[in-house]
């Protein structure tokens, strides 16, 4: 199937690039959404914005175009608790999507059940204050026991500003815990700058923690390059995710972020965030792990 779009935020756009870059067979795009169709899958009513439909099958003709083999769909926010968007996209997939999901408290252990058969893996709490209402942590920590025992892992999104009161929750968590798009450092910082060696600590002295190298796009001062620039895109945001591969080889993971939601200056070219991952894993190993060994570790184990 083709890269089709649909209306509203894709729909000036002309699609990604194919990239430069070849993929290691078998990589995995760890971090991507599906929204709506909101005709068939309503957004949550206590979402904070509303994206543009994104469907399964754009999904997985991105993945195909790219030369990625499998996807993990990680729940949004603009839809709330409701994961069937989520769901039906990795029933879809014939084995191909694992998810992330969002649940709540009130969540059943036989839901906890159907989620795990549709090939969800993991829970993702979210505190980025933009995107959500607040939380009480003990909510979480509950959820948190509950999934444990089903060998899943809980995904965190946060603002790097606020790593240090997170700490204590963060560690206190019984699962693996794998972090968002490298805890959103402020990239015009230093790389061996307080903020960001807040992170890095975390991962060093926490082994149950890993982190995502993805959305240079989000983080990024210096922007995508010129059509047909010669430097690298995002480039200012590559020494931040070179130091996590580079230091935690075995437990990174990339995403595309596909579809970009909530970037309002530049739609991102998928083409070109993968053409940024050599500049973050420089040798053919690093790639490897990055892409294929960690992913499968975490989502595929069964594989492994
Ligand atoms: O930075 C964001 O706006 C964003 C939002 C969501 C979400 O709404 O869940 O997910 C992401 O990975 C990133």
């Known amino acids: 199937m083709e890269f089709t779009k649909t209306p509203g935020w894709l729909d000036w756009y002309a699609g990604p690039t194919r990239p430069r870059f070849k993929l290691p067979p078998g990589s995995v795009d760890a971090h991507c959404h599906v929204f709506g169709p909101g005709a068939v899958f309503p957004y949550a009513a206590e979402r904070k914005y509303t994206p543009c439909d994104a469907s399964k099958e754009q999904l997985f003709a991105l993945r195909d175009h790219l030369g990625f083999a499998r996807n993990v769909i990680v729940q949004a926010t603009c839809h709330g608790a409701d994961n069937r968007a989520l769901v039906d996209a990795c029933r879809a997939s014939q084995g191909r999507a694992r998810g992330v999901a969002t649940v709540r408290r009130s969540v059943t252990n036989a839901e906890l059940g159907e989620l795990h058969t549709a090939g969800v893996r993991g829970v993702r709490f979210n505190f980025v204050k933009r995107l959500v ?14 999934i444990a025992p089903l060998g899943w892992h809980v995904v965190v999104y946060f603002e790097a500003a606020d790593l240090p009161e997170l700490w204590d929750f963060f560690t206190a968590l019984p699962t693996t815990v794998v972090v968002d798009h490298m805890g959103r450092p402020d990239v015009k910082q230093p790389v061996a700058g307080p903020e960001f060696e807040l992170l890095i ?12 190298v993805s959305c240079p796009e989000r983080l990024s001062v210096s922007g995508p390059p010129a059509l047909n620039g010669e430097q690298a895109a995002y480039r200012d945001v590559v020494p931040f995710a070179r130091r996590l591969v580079e230091t935690f080889p075995d437990r990174v993971l990339w995403g595309t972020d596909w579809p970009h939601p909530n970037l309002k200056d530049h739609m991102p070219d998928d083409g070109l965030l993968v053409d940024f991952i ?23 184990p069964e594989e492994c």
């Open 201 to 212: 600590r975390l991962l060093r002295e926490h082994p149950n923690v890993w982190s995502k």
């Open 133 to 146: 209402d607040f939380t009480p942590r003990d909510e979480l920590l509950e959820i948190a026991g509950r």
């Open 278 to 300: 050599p500049h973050i894993a420089t040798t053919p190993d690093l790639q490897r792990k990055l892409l294929v060994d960690n992913p499968m570790r975490l989502y595929w």
